[in-house]
């Protein structure tokens, strides 16, 4: 009997219609009691050889205990990875092994990746994959770049906000020391519940003027935004753009 093993993956480069929510609800629909592993916010260029990845940790070690019965099912072929040269290795161990890929969306089961057809067609497709992941990297770079060079603010949004900022101004002229401060600013963390001490270092910036609050950081993207809307809306050449 076949041994089945569901698997998704989602990176930032991924469309909404790739939500991970879809390709569950593909993968149990096709087999409500086979185990589902997932990567999230994992890129197709590593996710095969990432040590920590669900893929493996979990889907080759299980494939391995009994790969010529066992069947790994995706939703889309470029879930298993966009790197085309790591892809048609894993997909030629699977095969080799005497398992099988099974892809939901399109009904298709590949299990030898020597017979002539597959092999043309797997080929074709990773082929095709890292295409997209390569230029979506560069779209990617330049957007960054082009948003940079118009001093649009990037990365992650500061977490101390105005009312923060106040707060340790108003600690530290009551004598508090920085890691004291730190204690009292202390944050939880959504994912875990985990209290996390602020640095002393994030404590001596906000007090020195250096840290930007939370929502100085929205108000500058929104201005430098803004000023770019304007410039495109008057036909002005865009800074950073090409010549």
């Not at 949004?157 to 401060?181: C, F, H, N, Q, S």
């Amino acid at each position: 009997m076949t041994k089945r093993i569901g698997y998704y993956r989602l990176s930032r480069e991924d469309s909404k219609s790739m939500s991970i929510e879809s390709q569950k609800k593909a993968l149990r629909a096709h087999d409500p009691k086979m185990p589902i592993f997932g990567d999230e916010g994992i890129s197709g260029e590593r996710n095969l050889t990432d040590p920590k990845s669900e893929w493996s940790t979990k889907v080759r070690p299980l494939f391995l205990e009994d790969p010529a019965n066992t069947q790994i099912v995706v939703y889309t072929y470029d879930r298993i990875g966009r790197k085309k040269g790591k892809v048609l290795s894993e997909v030629e161990d699977i095969t080799d092994a005497g398992g099988s890929i099974f892809v939901v969306r399109e009904g298709r089961t590949y299990d030898d990746a020597e017979e002539a057809a597959q092999s043309i067609e797997l080929t074709f497709r990773s082929l095709t994959d890292e295409t997209y992941r390569v230029e979506v990297s560069k779209k990617t770079r330049r957007t960054l770049d082009y948003l940079a060079q118009n001093e649009v603010p990037l990365g992650r949004k500061p977490e101390l906000t105005d009312a923060d900022l106040a707060k340790i101004r108003v600690l530290r002229e009551r004598g508090l020391g920085y890691t004291a401060i730190g204690i009292v600013m202390a944050k939880v963390q959504k994912k875990d519940g985990k209290v996390i001490n602020r640095s002393a270092e994030t404590i001596k910036r906000a007090l020195s003027g250096e840290y930007e609050s939370r929502e100085a950081y929205e108000r500058r993207s929104r201005e430098m935004r803004q000023r770019m809307a304007a410039r495109a809306v008057l036909g002005l050449e865009p800074v950073g753009a090409e010549s």
